[in-house]
C-alpha cells in the first residue's frame, strides 16, 4: 500500500471523503457529541476542519485546514487555509476548539496545541479526538480507496498520546481522557464488503479522546 504525505494525502481524499462509509469518523462524531454536547455555545474553532462536517453542525463554527481540496467541500466565508503547526488564531477568542481526527498527522502536535490553547478564552475548552495508539500498535490505519488503488496517509499516534499525556500546563485542568471503543450496537457500521467483525474491533480502544479546560486567565 502506498504510504502519503498528509498534505498530499488529503488533497486525493478530498474527493472521496464522505462518499465512503467511514466507521471511525461516525465514533469520533459520536464521542465529540457525548463530550460537547450537540450544539455547544460560543465561538468553535474547528482545528483541521477537512469537509466542513461540524461547520454544517455548528453554525457558529470557524475551520482551519492546510488542504484546498478539503476545504474547497465547506461553507467558504468561514474557513481558513492555514497550517495547525502555526495557525493564525486569536489569542483568547474561542469558547470551544475541537481537533477531530486531525493532530495525529502533524509533526509535532505538541507545539500544535500550546498554539491552539492561546486561542482559547478562559474557561474555554479543547476537545482532541484521534486515532488511539494501540489500534495503530494493532495495525489500524487512516485509508481510503482512490484511482483503483488504497493508499494510506502517515500518521503518529503515538506522538499526539505523548503530548497529551503530558497534560495541558499550567492555567488548564484536564477534565477528561479516555479511550473510546466501539460498541456492539455499532454493528451496522460494519456490515460491508471488506469490513472487519464488529467482535474483532470492540475490544480495541480505537479512539482517544482528550478534554483541556481552561482554568484561569493568565
Ligand atoms: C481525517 S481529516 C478530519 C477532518 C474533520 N476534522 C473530520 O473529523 O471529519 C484530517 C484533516 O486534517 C487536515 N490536516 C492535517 N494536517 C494538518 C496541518 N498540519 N494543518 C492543517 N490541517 C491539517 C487535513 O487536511 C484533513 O482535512
Known amino acids: 500500500m502506498a504510504v502519503l504525505d498528509p498534505r498530499e494525502g488529503f488533497q486525493r481524499w478530498a474527493a472521496c471523503y464522505d462518499s465512503g462509509d467511514n466507521a471511525l469518523r461516525k465514533l469520533s462524531d459520536r464521542a465529540v457529541r457525548e463530550a460537547v454536547g450537540e450544539h455547544p455555545p460560543g ?6 476542519c477537512g469537509t466542513g462536517s461540524w461547520l454544517r453542525a455548528w ?7 492546510f488542504s484546498p481540496a478539503m476545504l474547497s467541500r465547506c461553507p467558504p466565508d468561514r474557513v481558513a487555509l492555514a497550517d495547525l503547526a502555526a495557525p493564525p488564531v486569536r489569542p483568547d477568542s474561542c469558547d470551544l476548539i475541537v481537533a477531530c481526527l486531525t493532530l495525529s498527522y502533524l509533526a509535532d502536535p505538541a507545539a500544535a496545541l500550546r498554539l491552539l490553547q492561546r486561542a482559547a478564552r478562559p474557561s474555554g ?8 495508539p494501540a489500534a495503530h500498535q494493532a495495525g489500524w490505519r487512516r485509508t481510503f480507496e482512490a484511482d483503483g488503488q488504497t493508499w494510506e496517509i502517515r500518521s503518529r499516534p503515538d506522538r499526539l498520546a505523548e503530548a497529551l499525556a503530558a ?5 488548564w485542568a484536564e477534565q477528561q481522557r479516555e479511550a473510546v471503543s466501539f460498541r456492539w450496537e455499532d454493528r451496522a457500521w460494519f456490515e460491508r464488503p471488506g469490513a472487519p467483525e464488529i467482535g474483532r474491533v470492540v475490544s480495541v ?14
Open 167 to 171: 497534560g495541558p500546563g499550567p492555567g
Open 125 to 132: 475548552r479543547i476537545v482532541v479526538v484521534d486515532l488511539h
Open 43 to 48: 465561538l468553535i474553532l474547528d482545528a483541521g
Open 205 to 218: 480502544p480505537a479512539l482517544l479522546l482528550t478534554v483541556w479546560s481552561r482554568t484561569a486567565v493568565f
Open 59 to 65: 453554525p457558529r463554527a470557524v475551520g482551519l485546514d
